[in-house]
């Protein structure tokens, strides 16, 4: 049996409401498996529009294989390609962020235009046809001062995260925003365990002090349900719609991405150890209402965030290898903000750095005992992780379909 004929009979055959068999967690068929059919078509968080200021300015990132350049051309559109050279192949952008005029490849020199056009090479001969080898384009999209690309060459329709996204975002005015500090840490664990991880509050409690001062364990919040039903949570939605906020929950009905508006515990506007602002000079002057709480939303595979008044924390998830993940988090602020004037940076990033840090060691004893041969898939809470078994429903149901293809219906599976 093959691999993906392995991958798909293992999903036919899960329990619903419990935890995936071992090889998803741990085998590197697998994981290549999980880096063609979900890393390499869906729509991955890359960055912000604000870390791209003027034209010349690029990043990059790594995704499985592929190492890719988001950049700003000179007509301010933002775009990314293929960071390959076109000659002999070699990284054309090695650090991890910078300004430039053109892209020149280390290696031969060959130089390309912002929009990818090849400009420059030297002493190629008679018949070289420079129009041949531009960079490769990457699917690229911006939305509400985020960044997002995808490796396939038919990308699925973006508008329907955007249509989703947009309305909860843009009154944060995140293009207008800049990045007061940024982290990258490897937890060594799968990339669904990271998620997994993320997508429940019931070990908050035990793991998260810092985080539990402000941040709500309810299950509305982390879950797949709206929330509705919570007086609280409907008495939060009713005010930030009243200020004009979109805030209800809204999930698109692939389950891949959603946002919800939820508050914070007590009268805690932002995430430190006190509830208070951590920066002074809010984010956007058409959100100034008091006691919004935090925006928050995911998009699978690479993506968490949580908006609130005076800053924003997002997350970016990349897998390196079936056991290793890397998780970056940025946390933006106004433009304008200065450091030690408007804001401490310890008193901003401290309570998500411990937080961070704690998943980390979570993830990492789960991926232990998961590599154990006494392991086998357990039962999720129904009352608590819920968003756990929403998750592994989608991912279960994306990979089913994409080895399956197209026109057949997904077998039942054992309940």
């Known amino acids: 049996m093959n691999v993906r004929s392995e991958m798909l009979n293992l999903i036919r055959h899960r329990k619903d409401g419990y935890s995936l068999p071992q090889p998803f967690y741990v085998d590197q068929a697998f994981f290549d498996v999980d880096l063609d059919l979900i890393w390499y078509r869906d729509w991955l968080f890359a960055g912000h529009d604000c870390e791209l200021l003027k034209p010349g300015s690029y990043f990059t990132l790594q995704v499985g294989a592929y190492p890719i350049v988001v950049l700003r051309d000179r007509d301010g559109t933002i775009r990314a390609f293929h960071n390959s050279c076109r000659h002999r192949g070699s990284r054309v ?54 960044i997002f690309v995808c490796l396939a060459d038919e990308p699925p329709a973006f508008a329907p995260f955007d249509d989703l996204m947009r309305p909860y975002f843009a009154p944060h005015n995140l293009t207008d925003a800049k990045i007061a500090f940024q982290s990258t840490i490897i937890e060594k664990g799968n990339w669904k365990l990271v998620w997994e991880n993320n997508r429940e509050c019931y070990h908050c409690a035990g793991s998260h002090p810092e985080l539990c001062k402000t941040y709500s364990e309810s299950p509305n919040v982390t879950g797949v349900a709206g929330g509705g039903e919570d007086p609280e949570m409907a008495e939060h939605w009713a005010r930030c719609e009243a200020a004009g906020l979109p805030a209800q929950f809204r999930m698109h009905d692939s389950g891949q991405f959603r946002a919800i508006r939820a508050p914070l515990l007590r009268d805690a506007e932002s995430y430190t150890m006190n509830g208070r602002r951590a920066v002074a000079r809010g984010l956007s002057d058409a959100v100034d209402a008091q006691r919004i709480g935090a925006l928050m939303l995911f998009n699978y595979p690479t993506t968490w965030n949580h908006v609130l008044i005076d800053h924003a924390v997002t997350f970016r998830v990349m897998p390196i290898s079936p056991n290793e993940t890397a998780v970056t988090t940025k946390w933006l602020v106004h433009k304008d903000a200065v450091e030690g004037v408007d804001y401490d940076l310890d008193t901003l990033t401290h309570v998500w750095t411990q937080t961070n840090d704690q998943d980390r060691r979570i993830v990492e004893e789960n991926a232990l005992g998961i590599r154990s041969p006494a392991y086998e898939p357990g039962p999720y809470s129904q009352l608590h992780e819920g968003g756990v078994i929403q998750f592994v429903d989608w991912y279960t149901r994306t990979i089913e379909s994409r080895l399956d293809g197209a026109g057949r219906e997904p077998i039942r599976r054992v309940a």
């Open 93 to 146: 952008c090695s650090a991890d962020r910078g300004v430039v005029a053109k892209l020149v490849c280390p290696y031969h020199q060959w130089t390309y235009n912002l929009d990818g056009s090849l400009a420059f090479a030297r002493q190629m001969g008679e018949g070289f046809d420079p129009t041949q080898h531009s960079l490769k384009p990457v699917a690229c999209e911006s939305v509400a001062g985020y």
